[in-house]
């Protein structure tokens, strides 16, 4: 089974062209970090309360990106939100992305291309090999959001991220989304750390833009 980093990550690749794609710059940047926190909550190594979060197992996964990033919580206890160990993780600039390309082309997934264009620019890109995992995770979205059975955990938590990421527009079509735009609010608030992502996420996105818009 892919990591939530790695289904968001392949959900990011255009089927087409095999380029990646994004439409919200420090969004998705916060949301790879988020993603991390929904494998280790799936993995019952954290959880977390209305304000707090806290390690509740730290025996190792296997997966080399969660265990450092539990490793890296474990030493610093003093930070205790949601957000704090996002904007950490975040500030770290580990290359999350790259982390979880490289596995989706370690499973076979996906193939790595590297091209120059004008013979100076480095192009990459990430064709399909299989396309079965990126539909996968496609119809478990649309099935979420579409009608109104209650998902399971995992995909209560992949809707809330791919929203994030600004990535739904790339599953249902713009008038499918304004349709069920509370449907879409409602499970990214279902879940507590949904929701402590999502807020942490949002927050961040927007105070980062803002210092941004000040430098600008």
């Known amino acids: 089974m892919l990591t939530m980093l790695e289904e968001v990550v392949l959900l990011a690749v255009d089927e087409q062209t095999g380029h990646l794609r994004s439409t919200r710059e420090f969004g998705t940047s916060y949301a790879l970090v988020g993603a991390l926190f929904f494998d280790l909550a799936l993995a019952r190594k954290i959880d977390t309360d209305t304000e707090a979060i806290h390690i509740v197992d730290r025996t190792p996964t296997g997966n080399a990106t969660l265990d450092r990033v539990l490793a890296q919580m474990a030493q610093k206890p ?17 290359d999350l992305e790259a982390q979880a390309l490289g596995s989706l082309i370690q499973q076979g997934v996906l193939r790595h291309e590297k091209s120059k264009r004008l013979w100076i620019i480095d192009v990459e890109r990430f064709p399909m090999v299989d396309n079965q995992p990126q539909q996968h995770v496609k119809l478990r979205l649309a099935q979420a959001i579409l009608t109104d059975a209650i998902p399971d955990t995992r995909d209560i938590m992949l809707v809330s991220i791919a929203e994030a990421c600004g990535l739904l527009g790339y599953v249902l079509s713009d008038t499918q989304l304004d349709s069920r735009r509370a449907r879409i609010q409602t499970l990214c608030n279902l879940e507590t750390i949904s929701r402590n992502v999502s807020d942490a996420i949002a927050g961040l996105d927007a105070t980062r833009h803002h210092s941004f818009g000040k430098i600008v």
Not at 78 to 94: N, P, S
């Open 78 to 94: 003093q930070l205790t939100t949601v957000r704090a160990w996002i904007e950490e993780i975040f500030m770290r600039r580990d």
